[in-house]
């Protein structure tokens, strides 16, 4: 896995618009506090002096939920509160895996992955400050080590969001060998979204609107560049959800390129960019991106409009 016990990847609560606490101010627009779901935090670990290893005994001071337990298929929660294994809650999950599964073509994951679910947000909060405590404050978290694959969240009014961006990562790092941070991103936004049609992010194709009537144009090589959250900044998520949308709903070409790469990605971490294979595959792909872009954000002022007159 691209992820170890020394180098861990911790994937905050990312969501666009929709999630309202998920990136970090600095990083996603603060009205909506988009939450930066992918945290690179070997650097801040080495900067302490410890590993992830050590940090991470830190937590039995406060203790996880342990008090509730439930299994379904690959899918682990440990919870303060109990919940039936039929919890709509858990069988969303259970779905997201198949669709992701099926959307990206990837094996259905073998390797679970587990969700500390805490009852209330100080418990969560002190866990993180006792474990992580140079981590910014954020409702969920993605950690994955050679031993675990771990969501930590609490019960809130945003939990499905928050829950499904976070085991978004947790199956793309079940079944891939490492995910390049900005589509790792890219795609728990696309995911997040439950309501249908699935990836399409309300809040993101309004903002859409305005960036492009700003002149606002891709750089997709730049994204590519961004290795650590301090790097990302609120428009990156944005722009990561929006080139994810454009490969897997503009044509099959646009899709099956992004399918390939994760095909790769399934046997190597390092496979190369993705913009030099979208770009020898559609020469236009950067006009096409930007077209769909518009052709997004056209589609959602005709709904309002017609919203507006019945």
Request: net charge negative; with cysteine; hydrophobic share 40%.
């Amino acid at each position: 896995m691209a992820v170890s016990c020394g180098k861990m990847r911790f994937d905050a609560l990312l969501s666009p618009p929709v999630s309202e606490l998920r990136f970090p101010a600095d990083v996603r627009p603060a009205a909506r506090a988009f939450s930066y779901r992918t945290l690179l935090v070997c650097a801040l670990l080495g900067g302490l002096g410890l590993s992830g290893c050590r940090l991470a005994n830190r937590a039995d001071t406060v203790g996880l939920p342990t008090r509730h337990s439930v299994k379904n298929d690959q899918l682990r929660v440990l919870s303060d509160i109990k919940l039936p294994k039929d919890h709509a809650l858990l069988k969303d999950l259970e779905a997201l895996r198949g669709m992701i599964s099926e959307t990206l073509v990837l094996p259905v994951q073998e390797q679970p992955v587990t969700v500390y679910l805490f009852g209330d947000e100080t418990r969560y909060s002190q866990y993180l400050q006792a474990t992580y405590p140079n981590l910014p404050p954020r409702r969920a978290y993605f950690v994955g080590t050679s031993q675990e694959l771990a969501v930590y969240t609490f019960w809130g009014e945003r939990i499905q969001e928050d829950l499904r961006h976070e085991y978004t990562h947790g199956v793309l790092h079940a079944s891939l060998k490492d995910v390049p941070l900005w589509l790792d991103e890219g795609l728990a936004e696309y995911f997040e979204v439950a309501e249908p049609p699935v990836g399409f992010n309300r809040d993101y194709v309004q903002r859409m609107r305005s960036a492009l009537h700003e002149g606002w144009r891709p750089d997709l090589d730049r994204l590519e560049t961004l290795e650590a959250v301090g790097d990302m900044k609120k428009p990156d998520y944005f722009e990561s959800w929006a080139w994810v949308h454009f490969m897997l709903e503009d044509s099959p070409d646009s899709r099956g390129v992004l399918v390939d790469y994760l095909r790769e990605l399934r046997t190597t971490a390092r496979p190369g960019r993705l913009s030099q294979r979208l770009r020898k595959e559609l020469p236009d792909a950067d006009a096409r991106f930007l077209a769909h872009c518009a052709t997004l954000s056209e589609g959602i002022i005709a709904a309002g409009a017609l919203s507006n007159r019945e």
